[in-house]
């Protein structure tokens, strides 16, 4: 049996430990001095990228396998470790992954890289990009009001004053056909700046008057004070004015014949008006104007009978103006 002897101390090599050190990066031999121990970090910095090291080491470990094939098909034959490309990937905040779902996230520093990067080009409030001949460019601020137009293929949008287009429509749920089961009507008048309203020729289960309430919070409830309306009346007879809970539509009460149009107006702000003619008979004429005295803007107009009698018979429509 062998005997192993020790060496002398003589005969011993030096010992380089906690001198230098000998290694290889790449395949190539560095000789560097050795590295002294780490001590506890002194800066909030170094315990903010201590903390990020390993967060980032720990992703990197669980990536995804779509992510993990693209890294190594990258550091094939480079000397590189995948996991170095996704810490760089990640260090540049352009890291993206997927969920067991198929769903891409992002890292929400991107947000603010890329919107830093976008300030190159406009730092404008409000500023847009559309792409010029050239590259994408900031067209020049438009005024209050204006639009970005399309100019045509292959010219870039413009500032425009678009026309105001206004249009006229029946309201929702008319014209109506009177069938003797109701005593009101309820118009949603919510989204005009004036409605018209015709009567033509109603009859009544019985001999009464047509009139009008408004409301100003989407129909819950109607404007009924002793002093809510003034109504002004005009005929060749007489003329006068009064403070009353509703408007008054009809020339008198009557079971035939009521022929009324009136005009709502200034429906969506301040005080709302109206203005029109009524009529029951071949010799019976009268106009009808008037104001609120409350303030809009009005939500819904309510047509009722004084006494709750039913609409009978004849046409009513609505025609509302909107921008």
């Known amino acids: 049996m062998a005997v192993l002897k020790g060496v002398t101390r003589s005969k011993r090599q030096p010992v380089y430990s906690g001198k230098f050190m000998i290694d290889t990066v790449r395949g190539v031999l560095r000789v560097r001095k050795w590295p002294r121990k780490r001590g506890t970090p002194k800066s909030a910095a170094q315990l903010y990228w201590i903390d990020w090291f390993r967060q980032a080491n720990r992703l990197a470990k669980y990536v995804d396998g779509a992510s993990a094939a693209r890294a190594i098909e990258i550091t ?29 996230w992002n890292s929400m520093a991107a947000i603010q890289d890329i919107s830093d990067s976008l300030d190159v080009l406009a730092q404008n409030i409000g500023s847009v990009l559309v792409r010029a001949a050239d590259r994408w460019r900031a067209p020049p601020v438009g005024n209050t009001g204006e639009v970005l137009t399309h100019k ?15 249009v006229q429509e029946y309201l929702t749920g008319t014209p109506i056909t009177p069938a003797g089961t109701v005593s ?21 289960a019985s001999s009464d008057s047509i009139k009008a309430q408004f409301s100003t919070d989407g129909g819950a409830t109607y404007h009924a004070g002793a002093s809510d309306y003034f109504n002004m009346y005009v005929s060749s007879a007489a003329e006068s004015t ?30 709302s008006s109206w203005q029109g003619m009524c009529s029951i008979s071949s010799s019976s004429a009268r106009s009808r104007t008037g104001y609120t005295k409350f303030a809009g803007p009005i939500t819904h107009i309510r047509l009722f009978t004084t006494g709750a009698v039913n609409f009978s018979s004849g046409n009513i429509k609505a025609i509302g103006l909107r921008g």
């Open 184 to 204: 009101e009507y309820f118009l949603d008048v919510s989204l005009y700046a004036s409605v018209v309203v015709t009567l033509d020729f109603i009859a009544l």
């Open 152 to 166: 045509g293929p292959g010219l870039p949008p413009e500032w425009a004053t678009v026309a105001a287009t206004l």
């Open 242 to 271: 009064a403070l009353a809970t509703s408007i008054g539509l009809s020339d008198a009460a009557s079971a035939a014949n009521h022929a009324i149009m009136l005009e709502f107006l200034n429906l969506r702000a301040l005080r």
């Open 76 to 104: 094939a034959k480079s000397g590189m470790y995948p996991r170095d490309i996704l810490l760089a990937a990640m260090r540049g905040r352009l890291y993206t992954w997927y969920d067991q779902n198929g769903k891409v």
